[in-house]
């Protein structure tokens, strides 16, 4: 295959799997097959997987010049460790990620939280591109967010800004596993959504599974006209309408860009939650408001991560003194 356009290798840690290809700007040029995280039995074990991949992937376009690579879990940016991934169990304690694959693969590495790279791609590529500041949600199994502030990613101290999934609508709530009280994933990630659907089927005499109860049944179901479908959405807006009034007030960005199962609901989301909005901002905020759909779904990841990495390395010189730092190894 030829292919002489620098491009990037690129990583999305899943918990089930991992996926790994090379981008180039918006594009997807290749992907290798993914990789089932619970095969290995350490954190080593799933690395050396993770280098073998890359080293193919390379082989088939050796103009990739730098790798990102976007892992749940607290990730420190700067230092490119990764302190634990607890959707894997034998992933418990800190590892520096960037360093071991650097070392393998002869090439400068990103390492970032996941959400990041999710949020970056429709930062730089997508839905919010051209925009200074905005508020990236992913809501799927949990709900992940990014945040960018004067054209920044805004991570904080300790680099774990934006976890957005704790973030609390009921003081009194339930308790999340950091024991936070109310956070909002504990109410509508895709899971918790699902068994408040079959709970209140079953109150209608009505038995469903959890399966029967995914964001795509429920949108079918609601567009069917079911009475409890259509309250589940409602319910679902007005939480998700806490959410965002609480960072409109607090960082008042271009807009929000919404991705994940849950915010392919469409209209049957996007409706009541402007409502909801309306009722709670301040007009002056309310006029200026864009809630927009991201255009990417599960490439996100990939895209992000690799558009993360070209930026960081690319133009700036960074390549040519980390060539000179590492002269001793292969690079493009």
Request: net charge negative; charged share 20%.
């Amino acid at each position: 295959m030829s292919f002489s356009e620098p491009c990037a290798l690129a990583v999305d840690f899943g918990g089930t799997s991992i996926k790994m290809g090379v981008t180039a700007g918006d594009r997807i040029l290749a992907t290798a097959d993914r990789i089932p995280t619970a095969m290995f039995e350490s954190p080593q074990a799933i690395i050396d997987a993770m280098i073998a991949s890359a080293r193919t992937l390379r082989g088939q376009f050796p103009s990739a010049c730098v790798m990102g690579m976007g892992m749940p879990g607290w990730c420190d940016y700067q230092r490119g460790v990764l302190y634990q991934l607890t959707n894997v169990r034998v992933w418990d304690r800190e590892i520096p990620v960037k360093e071991m694959m650097e070392q393998a693969l002869g090439l400068p590495v990103v390492l970032d939280n996941d959400a990041n790279c999710m949020a970056y791609a429709e930062w730089k590529l997508g839905a919010g591109r051209g925009m200074s500041s905005l508020v990236c949600l992913t809501m799927g199994t949990g709900i992940g967010g990014g945040i960018v502030v004067h054209d920044r990613m805004l991570r904080g101290r300790r680099l774990s800004a934006a976890e957005l999934g704790q973030t609390s609508i009921h003081y009194q709530g339930k308790t999340g596993p950091f024991g936070s009280r109310g956070a909002i994933e504990e109410y509508i990630g895709n899971n918790e959504l699902a068994a408040e659907a079959v709970k209140r089927y079953a109150g209608a005499g009505i038995i469903k599974t959890v399966d029967e109860c995914t964001p795509r049944h429920l949108d079918e179901a609601a567009r069917s006209g079911c009475p409890i479908a259509l309250q589940l959405w409602e319910d679902t807006a007005e939480m998700l309408g806490c959410l965002i009034m609480n960072l409109m007030y607090t960082l008042v960005p271009d807009a929000f860009i919404i991705g994940g199962g849950v915010a392919k609901a469409g209209d049957l989301l996007m409706k009541p939650l402007l409502e909801n909005l309306r009722k709670q901002l301040f007009p002056l905020l309310m006029e200026d408001l864009k809630i927009l759909p991201a255009r990417f779904g599960a490439e996100a990841g990939l895209l992000g991560a690799g558009a993360m990495a070209m930026d960081e390395f690319m133009g700036l010189g960074i390549l040519e003194r980390f060539k000179n730092q590492k002269s001793t190894q292969t690079f493009c």
